[in-house]
Nanobody, 128 residues
């Protein structure tokens, strides 16, 4: 198991930017972690995938709703996952969660079932 701690959530105006961080502790190699992602959940809605980062290939994937505005990245030295969010919209308002998936879970990157490690979430509010 690894521990994930998100930070960086805040209230911003539409068109603004935020960078979320997810600090990872624990032995990711021993845990077989090979994909890390960001999800979000708005009040009354299901948790939805935002972006994913595959550590071995460095491939990234995005939901259609954030592609071109958000960028996922990972700093190996700091063992931290980031989500740079630009051109924020009110519909981006949600609690954002960091997730890490181990080998053996064959679900698509966008599936909640793929991830066996979750952070506690950080609130992002976009409002004028």
């Amino acid at each position: 198991q690894v521990q994930l701690v998100e930070s960086g959530g805040d209230s911003v105006q539409p068109g603004g930017s935020l960078r979320l961080s997810c600090a990872v502790s624990g032995n990711t190699e021993e845990s077989g972690i090979y994909v890390m992602s960001w999800f979000r959940q708005a009040p009354g809605k299901e948790r939805e995938a935002v972006a994913a980062f595959y550590s071995e290939t460095t491939n990234t994937y995005y939901s259609s709703s954030v592609k071109g505005r958000f960028t996922i990245s990972h700093d190996n030295a700091k063992n931290t996952l980031y989500l740079q969010m630009n051109s924020l919209k009110p519909e981006d308002t949600a609690v954002y969660f960091c997730a890490a998936g181990s080998r053996g879970f064959s679900d698509p990157w966008s599936s909640v079932a793929k991830y066996n490690n979750w952070g506690q979430g950080t609130q992002v509010t976009v409002s004028s």
